[in-house]
């Protein structure tokens, strides 16, 4: 994006949660060089990163999960119950199953390794600022994996459905597009996928996909995979 491009459209927020200086200052630095971003703080543990956040009330806080004092996982539970707008991004070295279960189940809306590219980085924070989720495709593999085997008894986004309303009283049925576009979710599709397997705009489907976590009274895209895929290990 140039600057002048940047000038049309506020610049994205962000507030850096890492401990370690040198990971902190470097990330500062490759955001300060775009130009639709803006790093507004910086916080070295998960305490300050919440008084940080709700002070600053940031689109997007990229959040390391082994911080001091309180962890990220702490955090990014805090920063989203406080500040439903402001996206989480995790950016992290750790990538076993219960931690990314923990992170998604929190409220965070993305989830990247540390060795993940400039760009798909970069990438990533435009794409939750537009309200998308992002998983990085190994972190996406560990909870549609565990959804899929939970799914395959029933063979359909049913399950899903299902699944849902047993963990949490007064979910809503969906309806036949509803239950459509849930199947292409799980799948990992993202709205502009899925707009373009159902017809529809994307804008549209974004609007599905709200309704449908309201209904099921999940917080983020990913977290119906990780309820059944935390169910499963509890069996």
């Known amino acids: 994006m140039t600057i002048d491009e940047a000038n049309g459209e506020s610049r994205i927020s962000i507030v850096i949660a890492e401990d370690q200086a040198l990971v902190r200052r470097g990330t500062s630095l490759l955001l300060a060089l775009e130009a639709d971003m803006h790093v507004v703080g910086q916080a070295c543990d998960g305490i300050e990163a919440v008084a940080m956040a ?77 309200g998308e989720s992002r998983l990085t495709p190994q972190i996406a593999r560990k909870v549609m994996d565990q959804f899929r085997r939970l799914a395959e008894p029933w063979g359909s986004s049913r399950a899903v459905e299902h699944a849902a309303a047993e963990r949490q009283p007064g979910a809503e049925t969906l309806n036949d597009k509803e239950e459509r576009i849930l199947e292409l979710i799980t799948e990992g599709k993202s709205n502009r996928q899925i707009a373009n397997a159902v017809f529809l705009a994307e804008g549209t489907v974004k609007n599905y996909v709200s309704r449908i976590m309201e209904k099921l009274h999940a917080n983020t895209r990913t977290e119906l995979a990780v309820m059944a895929a935390r169910q499963r290990r509890a069996e």
Request: aromatic share 2%.
């Open 54 to 130: 709700e002070q600053l009330q940031p689109d997007v806080v990229l959040m390391d999960l082994h911080m001091p004092r309180v962890s990220g996982v702490a955090a990014t539970r805090e920063i989203t119950r406080r500040l439903p707008a402001t996206q989480v991004l995790v950016l992290t070295t750790l990538n076993d199953d219960e931690t990314v279960f923990e992170a998604v189940r929190a409220g965070a809306h993305g989830y990247l390794l540390k060795d993940a590219s400039e760009q798909e980085l970069l990438e990533t924070i435009r794409a939750l600022r537009r």
